[in-house]
T-cell receptor
Framework: NAGVTQTPKFRVLKTGQSMTLLCAQD?????MYWYRQDPGMGLRLIHYSVGEGTTAKGEVPDGYNVSRLKKQNFLLGLESAAPSQTSVYFC????????????FGPGTRLTVT | RKEVEQDPGPFNVPEGATVAFNCTYS??????FFWYRQDCRKEPKLLMSVYSSGNEDGRFTAQLNRASQYISLLIRDSKLSDSATYLC????????????WGAGTKLIIKP
């Protein structure tokens, strides 16, 4: 089992460019999450999904879109990148919402210049 | 006030020592509490859940104080490999059990 994988691992974008981050999990988990982590701050939830075909906004959704067309994949899109979106992005998944353990991917380090 | 607050550290501790740090949370309705560990430039991983009665896992002990709204993590006989950032996590009270994350406490174990 690969667990949770994320691509790409690193990316540098220019302001205004767009990109898609891919998260894939092979654990048949229902719940998937996208977080961003910035220095001095806790992980902040961007969007999440409670099952295939569903998405919902988290704490900081502006400037991002998501899709969950297949159960195992959760895509995060940046429509028009801004320097404020420079961050480390983590994807996570869990089988049930009441389980404490979220399994994380290795992260994507994104720099927007 | 942040929902989950932690001392960012770093805590510099000699190998073999005991170290403890706390985390305070603002929402008295929070029901579930966890400690995650995050190594440098890596993803967070669950270290342990925190139960009302307190719980222990080897050298690690977690406790919950609901009256004062804090949780604690105690590490005994610290190892070099314990060097990491420890994230305090509290479940949100909404129906989707969203987790609220502290910014972390950095621990450095010195030989």
């Amino acid at each position: 089992n690969a667990g949770v994988t994320q691509t790409p691992k690193f990316r540098v974008l220019k302001t205004g460019q767009s990109m898609t981050l891919l998260c894939a999990q092979d654990m048949n988990h229902e719940y998937m999450y996208w977080y961003r982590q910035d220095p001095g701050m806790g992980l902040r939830l961007i969007h999440y999904s409670v099952g295939e075909g569903t998405t919902a906004k988290g704490e900081v959704p502006d400037g991002y879109n998501v899709s969950r067309l297949k159960k195992q994949n959760f895509l995060l899109g940046l429509e028009s990148a801004a320097p404020s979106q420079t961050s480390v992005y983590f994807c996570a998944s869990t089988l049930r919402r009441d389980l404490p353990e979220q399994y994380f991917g290795p992260g994507t380090r994104l720099t927007v210049t | 006030r942040k929902e989950v607050e932690q001392d960012p550290g770093p805590f510099n501790v000699p190998e073999g020592a005991t170290v403890a740090f706390n985390c305070t949370y603002s929402n008295s309705a929070s029901q579930s509490f966890f400690w995650y560990r995050q190594d440098c430039r890596k993803e967070p991983k669950l270290l342990m859940s925190v139960y009302s009665s307190g719980n222990e896992d080897g050298r690690f002990t977690a406790q919950l104080n609901r009256a004062s709204q804090y949780i604690s993590l105690l590490i005994r006989d610290s190892k070099l490999s314990d060097s990491a950032t420890y994230l305090c996590v509290v479940n949100g009270i909404d129906s989707n059990y969203q987790l609220i994350w502290g910014a972390g406490t950095k621990l450095i174990i010195k030989p």
